[in-house]
């Protein structure tokens, strides 16, 4: 046997030891051998080693949608849908040792979100077995990572430079914390905290704005516009002021208010379910970043969460992912999973249902957090398709059939899918949502909290939609209209007076509101509540903001570039998240400042109503990797979604979240990302370097992983002859981050 894969086999019997898993049980080892070629004629070859494939019918596995095909004849490989693939081969019955199955994968790889997941057998009589798997770390050679000639992995001189432009910040003050107040005034002396707080309302122009008091031997007093602005203050001073300075203070007057009223956050549950409890978590420290609404992400192409009582299929069909063809039960797996629908490990099966929801309502009011309910259309609409054609089979009912019979219409949509367009020339999508929006509605009723709005989402309906509709080109006659534009646009007109009939503010993604004439605008603009804008142009003729303030319709600063959550802290290729937004940390969106990003003027018929962050589920595989996307990047959206203008330095920041904010997430057991420490080689001396003083680094000098065993750096140290690559991590209150690389040239 080959000696690398006899380690391959070592490895994958240590990990199946540590998970329980039978070491017979097949196993498969992922790496990428290479990248090849250039522009559009580059690929990768991507090797998967194959322990027991004698026990092997069909291997089947998610990965992003690329082009693929086999380097060996006898395998074949094929697409059950975009994202879901399948492996056959003559080789597996009689292989009685590992075998290297290789793939040619059109494109390049640079990051670790491009490996396949979620692995498992189908056997001849159908039944499905989960598959472990191993991956194999991208911190290597350039070239099996990268674009041909190409090297966009930040090395660790870089990271040391920026660690060092981190650490001038200046001396802080317990009043220093995220989002930071507006003005704080120090009266002289120590306010003790040891009587109740006063607390009462006040008048002022802004509803939100609070005056906490803190005096030298007196009695704290918080006095505020409204209920709700009296309770944030309540909970500013107890969780950010009192409890971490031992109830002492410089005694002081604070007032503040924020600069918008909608501070928001969008979680996607839809691709990739976490539960109402991890939810409530990441409610809770929305609170403490005063953050007031939850965008949320129920239905997507991959999944519908919600339970909507009359519409059973939407769950039994639309929250159920695993191995099928057809998706008559449930849907394909996507993403990840072990191949059963009915698997409660993981993150690809679940929902939320009307009692949950209803609970979840009430907590978020507790909280003072709005709930803003997303129900995608007409496109993103897959996982409603399957299930109402799902329904349309089981009872003949074509009520709520949201396709048509005979559509011909070839498109591809942003996530590779062909088929998840509502028709919005028939009746069946009006009634659908009329169904759902009345359903939703009676949830916000029982739970005695306000429905702020429904948003219908209206993003990314891609080129050759309804084409070949024979009732999308009649109704496109009639109107005298043409194009998937337009047909998107009188789709949005239709739902606005839906909601209109029932008094619910509208919201949507930016093609809601962006390219239609006078008319439609004068229409469907007084029923939006606000438009998420999110992406990003210098340009005032193509900033997509201005044109829809210009149009009348309010916006929510939603960019890609900065406030992303999903997105890569950095291009490291171990990172979680997605880079076709480029990057996005914490300095990233405390940059986002939002009347740069929509310079307003008097052509504005509509004003910025605020910001909000978005956490698309494509890569969660757990609530500790939500957890860690958001965490601390989303700690520059809540300060400038409080303060539009200037406000700290980078120094400073980093410094406000690593002595006031990581101690508060660890106490409340928040994940959190850590950046990687810096590496430089100096007179002939090695020197690291971390954003975050107090944690320990882990170093090694002959090309293995570090480790929490490594050799600890406590100084610099004489760079010893022949060593060609120093390797570091950083370790933190039990968190470890990724692990930085640093090439020795001659």
Known sequence: MKPFLKSIIATLASAASLTGINAATPTVHWEVVDNYGSGRDTYYIQRLTITEPSQLNKLCFNEFARKMEMTNPADTIYEIIPGYYCIESSRFADADEPIVVDIKTKGWIQSINYAPDGFHNVAADGTVTPISHTRASLVVEPHRRNYPGRDVMVYADSIFRFNQSLADARTLSPYDIVPSFKKVTLTGGTYTHSRPVQGSLIRHENPEFYRITLPAGGAAVVEAASPEALAMAHRVLTEQLLKPNGGKLPAAVIEDYPDFHYRGLMLDVARNFYSVDELKKLVNQMSDMRMNRLHFHVTDDEAWRLEIPGLPELTEVGSRRGYTTDENDYLVQLFAGDGNPDSKDGSANGFITREEFIDFLQFCDEQGIKVIPEIESPGHARAAIKAMEARFRRTGDDTFRLREDGDTSIYTSAQAFHDNLMNPALPGPYRFLEKVFDEI??????????????????????????????????????????????????????????????????????????????????????????????????????????????????????????????????????????????????????????????????????????????????????????????????????????????????????????????????????????????????????????????????????????????????????????????????????????TSLLYIHD
Not at 456 to 462: L, R
Not at 543 to 567: C, E, H, T, W
Not at 640 to 646: F, L, T, V
Not at 680 to 701: H, Q
């Open 441 to 738: 509605a009676l949830m916000y009723e029982e739970a005695g909290v306000e429905l702020p709005a429904i948003h219908i989402g209206g993003d990314e309906v891609p080129e050759g939609a309804w084409d070949g509709s024979p009732s999308a080109q009649k109704m496109c006659a009639e109107l005298g209209i043409s194009g998937r534009h337009l047909m998107q646009g009188e789709f949005g007109r239709r739902v606005a007076a839906i909601l209109k009939k029932k008094g619910i503010p509208m919201m949507g993604w930016q093609e809601v509101g962006v390219g239609y004439d006078e008319d439609f605008n004068a229409e469907v603009a007084p029923v939006t509540m606000g438009v998420n804008c999110w992406t990003a142009s210098a340009d005032p003729k193509q900033n997509k903001a201005l044109r829809a303030l210009r149009a009348g319709f309010p916006v929510i600063i939603s960019n890609v570039d900065r406030f992303y959550m999903d997105m890569l802290y950095t291009h490291h290729p171990m990172e979680r998240g997605l880079y076709w937004g480029g990057t996005v940390d914490e300095f990233t969106s405390l940059g986002g400042y939002p009347y740069e990003i929509c310079p307003v003027d008097s052509t504005c018929k509509a004003p910025i109503l605020g910001l909000q962050g978005q956490l698309f589920g494509e890569t969660i595989r757990n609530n500790g990797i939500v957890e860690s996307h958001l965490f601390p990047k989303s700690l520059g959206l809540a300060e400038r979604a409080w303060n539009a203008d200037r406000t700290y330095d980078n120094a400073d920041f980093n410094k406000v979240i690593y002595t006031k904010v990581l101690p508060a997430l660890d106490r409340n057991d928040i994940n959190y990302h850590l950046r990687a420490p810096g590496i430089v080689v100096e007179d002939g001396k090695i020197l690291m370097n971390s954003a975050y003083p107090g944690g320990e680094i882990r170093y090694t000098l002959d090309g293995s992983e570090p480790t929490a065993e490594s050799t600890l750096y406590v100084g610099e140290i004489t760079l010893p002859d022949g060593v060609t690559e120093i390797r570091a991590r950083y370790y933190y209150y039990g968190k470890e981050s990724m």
